[in-house]
């Protein structure tokens, strides 16, 4: 596999390391992969969790090639998902128990999720639960989930909130997969707006590594839009490293890996209003301008990040302010933020972009830095 790319992510405070493989055709290598680098014995039972995806073309298409590639080894069962945030729930994971029953996976089997970064979150959540925690191997097939929803051990599931909307991710466990899988050949058959919505983590990236990194995202960009596949997995190998880097650093959230979430304060609250109809990459799009924004009114950045991390992210196709206007929403949007899983004791907690390659966790923010953010994304 001398022309793929690989990265090793060693997870401090445990013994476990997660290994990711970018490159192109890793789909039908699948079984020799899981294999070697999760541990797969003969005999182990593999459940895959499939996304459905539009037209079902990651089950019919590449979840067929990855079955194929696993059974050679043991029993495969499959449970197909749809991906939807409102299926990202406690009932869709009970099915999955009950699945997982049927199929006989004991705690020597393995729980393998195929499909864009809900399904991640699912199969994750689902091997972390059951039997208290089975081996977890991912292979993402959009561009969100490679960059980001794969790799780290996240996993969760939405709740609803006592004022409408769903809580993103508020019940969950860190549970990294012992194995991510990206082929980026599976991106040529992703719809173009899920597509771009990818890039929106990929700009996050480059604003908490710094310059270089985003002046790499701008010279690949025309190939990258163009889905060229000698550009694709060079690029996801290099965004989905920043993660890494920061994970490495801090697994649990204790500090530094709440750089991740840049943006998502804003986008989590967006995203709790399912009548918009944003695709979560959109959201974080959205959040990026917001939290830009707030750190001008902070005084932190210098005037001027806000439009130019805004004329980055509309130059991805990708929106920078929310659709209608949602001047009415500023009150619920506000109110969503304080369940976000940075604060504590009540207090908000936002991170904010100084500039590329320095931003910072602002705990307890001024209100007026918070509406600034608002302000900027809604008319």
């Given at each position: 596999?001398?022309?793929?790319q690989?990265l090793?992510?060693?997870?401090?405070?445990?013994?476990?390391?997660s290994?990711?493989?970018?490159?192109?055709?890793?789909?039908?290598?699948?079984g020799?992969?899981?294999?070697?680098?999760a541990?797969?014995?003969?005999?182990?039972?593999?459940h895959?969790?499939?996304?459905?995806?539009?037209?079902?073309?990651?089950?019919?298409?590449?979840?067929?090639?990855?079955?194929?590639?696993?059974?050679?080894?043991?029993?495969?069962s499959?449970?197909l998902?749809?991906?939807?945030?409102?299926?990202?729930?406690?009932?869709?994971?009970?099915?999955?128990?009950?699945?997982l029953?049927?199929?006989?996976?004991?705690?020597?089997g393995?729980v393998?999720?195929?499909?864009?970064?809900?399904?991640c979150?699912?199969?994750?959540?689902?091997?972390?639960s059951?039997m208290r925690?089975?081996?977890?191997?991912?292979?993402?097939t959009?561009?969100?989930?490679?960059?980001?929803?794969?790799?780290?051990g996240k996993?969760?599931?939405?709740r609803?909130?006592?004022?409408?909307?769903?809580?993103?991710?508020?019940?969950?466990a860190?549970?990294?997969?012992?194995?991510?899988?990206?082929?980026?050949?599976t991106?040529?058959?992703?719809?173009?707006r899920?597509f771009?919505?990818g890039?929106?983590?990929?700009?996050?990236?480059?604003?908490?590594?710094?310059?270089?990194?985003?002046?790499?995202?701008?010279?690949?960009?025309?190939?990258?839009?163009?889905?060229?596949?000698?550009?694709?997995?060079?690029?996801?190998?290099?965004?989905?490293?920043?993660?890494?880097?920061?994970?490495?650093?801090d697994?649990?959230e204790?500090?530094?890996?709440?750089?991740?979430?840049l943006?998502?304060t804003?986008?989590?609250?967006?995203?709790?209003r399912?009548?918009?109809?944003?695709?979560?990459?959109?959201?974080?799009?959205?959040?990026?301008?917001?939290?830009?924004?707030?750190?001008?009114?902070?005084?932190?950045?210098?005037?001027?990040?806000?439009?130019?991390?805004s004329?980055?992210?509309?130059?991805?196709?990708?929106?920078v302010?929310?659709?209608?206007?949602?001047?009415?929403?500023?009150?619920?949007?506000?109110?969503?933020?304080?369940l976000?899983?940075?604060?504590?004791?009540?207090?908000?907690?936002?991170?904010?972009?100084?500039s590329?390659?320095?931003?910072?966790?602002?705990?307890?923010?001024?209100?007026?830095?918070?509406?600034?953010?608002?302000?900027?994304?809604?008319?």
């Open positions: 596999m001398s022309d793929h690989r090793e992510l060693d997870l401090p405070g445990t013994d476990q390391r290994t990711m493989i970018v490159g192109r055709g890793l789909l039908s290598q699948a020799d992969l899981v294999r070697e680098e541990g797969r014995a003969s005999g182990d039972r593999v895959l969790v499939v996304d459905r995806g539009p037209g079902d073309v990651v089950a019919t298409r590449h979840a067929a090639v990855l079955e194929a590639a696993l059974r050679g080894d043991g029993g495969v499959l449970g998902v749809e991906a939807s945030e409102s299926n990202k729930s406690i009932e869709t994971i009970v099915q999955g128990w009950d699945r029953a049927d199929a006989g996976v004991d705690r020597k393995l393998v999720g195929i499909g864009g970064g809900i399904v979150d699912l199969a994750g959540y689902l091997a972390s059951w925690g089975v081996r977890l191997a991912l292979v993402p959009t561009l969100l989930s490679m960059v980001d929803a794969g790799l780290g996993t969760g599931i939405n609803p909130l006592p004022g409408g909307g769903l809580g993103k991710n508020l019940v969950g860190f549970w990294p997969a012992r194995l991510v899988v990206c082929d980026t050949d991106l040529e058959t992703l719809g173009e899920e771009r919505a890039l929106a983590e990929c700009v996050k990236h480059g604003l908490i590594e710094g310059e270089e990194t985003l002046a790499a995202l701008d010279a690949d960009l025309p190939g990258v839009l163009g889905r060229d596949p000698e550009v694709m997995p060079r690029f996801v190998a290099r965004s989905a490293s920043v993660k890494a880097e920061v994970v490495r650093r697994f649990r204790g500090g530094e890996r709440a750089l991740l979430n943006g998502h804003y986008a989590h609250a967006i995203e709790s399912s009548e918009l109809g944003l695709l979560h990459g959109e959201a974080v799009s959205i959040g990026l301008v917001a939290a830009a924004s707030a750190s001008e009114a902070a005084g932190l950045a210098s005037p001027g990040l806000a439009a130019r991390v004329r980055i992210l509309q130059g991805c196709g990708l929106p302010s929310i659709p209608g206007g949602g001047g009415g929403l500023v009150a619920d949007l506000r109110g969503a933020m304080q976000d899983k940075k604060n504590s004791g009540g207090r908000l907690t936002l991170v904010l972009p100084v590329p390659g320095d931003c910072r966790i602002v705990p307890d923010p001024e209100e007026g830095v918070v509406m600034a953010g608002w302000s900027a994304v809604t008319d």
